[in-house]
């Protein structure tokens, strides 16, 4: 038997020590940026997973509000910066982006299963056919209620009410005494805020952002019908400070028992049904959108996915953990770890055929329903020349819609009238798309 003395011993632990620092040391490190929802949190908490699994890559986080997280990828991805190896995105800036070359394509090959992806939020974060962008998870919009002050006030709530129907029940349960509100809508202004929510009920309300000609369309009737509904709803019966409030600040007020009706992102009834975050889990109820004229168009279609931009130095250890992140084995992850109804949802066809998923998630049908009932080729009443649903997915309609929430925001705070606001927002689009040579 070979001996060794102690200053083998000494000299071998001493290599081992400096093998493992000098692996630690050549680690690739990639800069992830990402919005601050709850699954997106999550998925930082679990990422030690996936660095035991690959301990040649370190990954760095770096967490933004949404507004702030848009400005700042569009800049970096745009002059090539390379701040970031991933970066989250979503169905607006994927085909486009894709189509400009500043993103790779995602690897799909082999165990990814690309094909179990929903087939619409595949296509959306597709250019001709390549996806350039893997779904983290991927929402529509639909009606969370609360049954209980519904069925206190004699009032009921179906798929696909009427907007004149929710206005009354949100006059029925609102209570500001009790600190209870009528309704929790999106007010904060922004493209993928408070448009995102009024672009879906303008288009029940018949309208659409362009004609065939490019030519906007803010200060249409269909629009002043639909921002003056909305701002009206929410002055009577929705919570102070509406204008700031977007996705989270609804989702806090909403757990917190104070939102009698909250009409947002599919991707909330985890969070709102979830006993660890929500005083009234046991008391939420689920509907397709309403709608005033027209049911095209009434909810959105979204995901939040995982971008890699051209310019990365690090593309290889970016597709890893791209793979892993929108991978059915993450969703398992979570699932085990956490609780199925607690996993991100809206991507894979798989997610939705698992029996725990099922029995866990007692929206998971009214979730895919809306997914699957949201077509962003055919949005609109009227024709109209772009795909999207709550946006027109052209590289001017960032700041199209920007301006345009601000000036809804500004109607709805009252520092403008909605015949004000929407005719500020209709010079500003024209202004920019005769520039952009659309006409």
């Known amino acids: ?244 409030n977007s996705f989270n600040e609804n989702l806090a007020l909403f757990n917190e028992g104070k939102c009698g009706m909250w009409i947002d992102a599919t991707i909330a009834a985890s969070f709102v049904t979830d006993p660890k975050q929500s005083k009234v889990a046991d008391k939420v109820g689920f509907a397709q959108s309403p709608y005033a004229v027209t049911e095209k168009g009434a909810n959105w279609l979204w995901s939040w996915a995982l971008g890699i931009p051209a310019a990365t130095k690090n593309a290889d250890a970016a597709q890893k953990f791209v793979r892993w992140a929108t991978s059915k084995e993450y969703i398992k992850l979570v699932g085990e770890k956490n609780g199925w109804a607690a996993v991100p949802t809206g991507t894979r066809a798989s997610t939705y055929a698992n029996p725990k998923f099922q029995k866990a998630a007692v929206f998971a049908d009214a979730e895919l329903k809306a997914i699957n009932s949201a077509d962003p080729n055919d949005s609109t009443l009227k024709p109209s020349p772009y795909v999207g649903v709550q946006f027109a997915a052209i590289p001017e309609f960032q700041a199209i819609g920007t301006t345009t929430g601000q000036m809804i925001s500004g109607a709805l705070s009252g520092s403008m009238t909605v015949d004000q606001a929407l005719k500020s927002a209709n010079t500003s689009a024209d202004r920019q798309m005769r520039q952009a040579g659309y006409y």
């Open 1 to 244: 038997m070979k001996r060794f003395t102690k200053n083998t011993l000494t000299y071998a632990v001493s290599i081992t020590a400096a093998m493992t620092a000098a692996s630690a040391f050549s680690a690739t490190q990639i800069t992830v940026a990402t919005v601050n929802n709850g699954h997106m949190i999550e998925m930082q908490k679990l990422t030690p997973e996936f660095e035991k699994a690959n301990p040649d890559i370190k990954v760095k986080w770096v967490t933004l509000e949404e507004g702030v997280l848009r400005q700042n990828v569009t800049q970096d991805i745009a002059n090539k910066s390379g701040l970031y190896d991933v970066m989250t995105i979503g169905m607006y800036e994927a085909p486009i982006w894709g189509e400009r070359g500043w993103l790779q394509a995602v690897d799909t090959s082999g165990s990814y299963d690309v094909k179990d992806i929903l087939p619409s939020i595949r296509g959306g974060l597709s250019y001709k056919g390549t996806m350039y962008a893997a779904p983290f998870y991927g929402e529509s919009s639909m009606v969370m209620y609360r049954k209980d002050l519904v069925k206190a006030a004699g009032m009921e709530i179906h798929d696909r009410d009427s907007w004149e129907h929710i206005r009354d029940v949100a006059a029925a349960v609102n209570n500001p005494e009790k600190g209870i509100y009528g309704i929790c809508l999106r007010g904060k202004a922004g493209w993928g805020d408070n448009m995102a929510f009024m672009t879906a009920m303008a288009n029940s309300f018949g309208a659409r952002w362009f004609d065939e000609n490019w030519k906007p369309q803010l200060e249409t009737a269909e629009w002043k019908n639909a921002v003056n509904f909305y701002v009206d709803l929410l002055n009577k019966y929705g919570p102070p400070g509406a204008s700031s």
